[in-house]
């Protein structure tokens, strides 16, 4: 394995905030990497920047109340006027997921294929952003100068339809990000990745290759799309009832391939899942999805049709609470009971922690009476990314100066990393960075770390006008965990004590000892405020963070526990 430099000074890097020498190229991480999701790159010279993918990051369950997780722009800030444009690959939400947040601060052209755009227009709907002359279309092949660059959209397999690699032309040579791909070489739809103008690049010269590392732990090739239709077939041949298939929205190539065998089997097909239906809508007026006008039955009129009748395509692959299937397997679809005689099949691999989910979801299919084994039934699930096979064919087709790994935990990057070294490149052309890292293409041909500019994360909460402050998921953690207490003392005009505290807690046990447990806190905010010098107790925050501490390790002391806790201070009613 290769390895990262030794450990960085966190903090930015002076100068950060000054655009780059002219001839440098500056490529600045703000998202993807130690991380799946909230990928985004921004490609800065001193002429201007784009940012290659804009996207966000799903919760965890550690993140509670928290709806999405998108970067935190603060690099682009003292170059506002810089920001020329986003470029995507492709339209998954960990790739334009955070678009909405980024267009209200900055709204420059957005490029994209056909299908991205359809989805990030739905997306910029949704959160009231208008798009009229923002969104602006490429297709396979086609070149966009953007400033001081020069982009192209060369297609790759994945799995959603349009997605594209981007050849980035600079002043000082050709940079390309892959993107999400695999190297399919019999797509459903046909789309082959565009490995002739691949090599094309690669003679004429790259220098650098940011490339997908979300499989690289897999040696064994890739499969192909195409293996799926074995498996949906078996399910289908094999299940009496209704088939219930879960599976991404995006997916439209899976979908097609159900939509096609339940036709062939004489099966009407019912989606089930708000964004499945809008993304076959989209795929549908695109062209890019086939589904004859009588196949299709709304879940309202489902019960008209005999069980062994009817395929349900739901969202819900990963045991998302609000989805199509959980809703289904609760009883909140009218006509949509399942039973005994029905299966259920998961067309998707589980997310890295949502593991426990997905066998919750399981099971309450499992009480229903519903199938859930997959004895007998082929491949139903086939993998959007490159395994390690394809990712080395990638690089040897390109064979640029330098490799840089991306997307992906930091054990991706490193295998990525190796895996370039044992292709044949030397460990100091293999880049392997952190959120933030700064990369610097020199004018002189030269690739060097430039520190660490200002990185982070904003947590969306969709009932809140603003993102939500990372100790405020701190604090819910401790309410969830541990409880609050409410220590009220009461102040007269000299800020002398009236009466004793009063204690009120939430989602804390009490101790049941001798004395009340309530009565010993109080005592012990009696005596802390008693002792406290008198500076302290004319300051109310000084004498709030007293009450706290004081109250925070008496309870660590008898409980062992670290409830949330909040001093208030009352001013007592004059007298009459």
Known sequence: MIELPPPRNTAPFAGWDQPPAAGDLRLVPI????????????????????????????????????????????????????????????????HIGALPYFLRRWPVPVYGTAFTLGLVAGKCREHDIATEGILREVRDFDRRTVGPFEAEWIPVTHSIPDACCIALRFPGGILVHSGDFKLDPTPTDGRLTGLTRLQALGKEGVRMLLSDSTNVMQKEPTPSEAVC?????????????????????????????????????????????????????????????????????????????????????????????????????????????????DRLILSARPIPGNEVGVSRLLDMAARLGVETGLDGIGPIHATGHGHRPDLRSFMETLRPEHVVPVHGTFRNLQAHGALAVDAGWSPERVHLL??????????????????????????????????????????????????????TLMLDPDGERVGVPSILSRGFVMLSDDEPYGDLLGAALTKAFDEAPAAVRKDRDALKELLRQTLRRIIRKTTQTRPLVVPVLLDAPAEV
Do not use: W
């Open 229 to 341: 239709a074995t498996g949906l077939a078996d399910a289908l041949g094999s299940t009496q009832g209704r088939l219930v298939v879960a599976t991404f929205s995006s997916n439209i190539h899976r979908l097609q391939t159900l939509v096609d065998l339940a036709h062939e089997a004489g099966r009407r097909v019912c989606l089930v899942g708000r964004s499945l239906e809008r993304n076959v809508d989209l795929a549908r007026s695109l062209g890019r999805f086939k589904l004859p006008d009588d196949l299709l039955v709304k879940p309202a009129d489902a019960h008209k049709y005999e069980p062994g009748e009817l395929v349900l395509a739901c969202t819900g692959s990963q045991g998302e609470p609000q989805s199509g299937l959980m809703r289904i397997l609760r009883g909140e679809v009218k006509n949509l009971a399942l039973g005994p005689g």
């Open 31 to 94: 998202g993807g990497l130690g991380e799946f999701g909230m990928n985004a790159l921004a490609v800065h010279c001193a002429e201007g920047l784009v940012l290659i993918d804009c996207g966000q990051l799903f919760p965890s369950d550690d993140q509670p109340g928290i709806d999405r997780i998108v970067p935190d722009f603060a690099y682009l800030e003292p170059f506002a006027d810089q920001v020329l444009a986003v470029l995507l690959t492709h339209g998954h939400e960990d």
């Open 434 to 487: 952190d959120g933030g890292s700064c990369l610097v293409l020199g004018g002189d041909q030269s690739v060097r770390n430039f520190g660490q500019v200002p990185v982070g994360r904003c947590f969306i909460d969709e009932g809140v006008e603003h993102s939500v402050d990372a100790r405020i998921i701190h604090d819910r953690l401790i309410l969830q965990e541990d409880g609050v207490i409410f220590a």
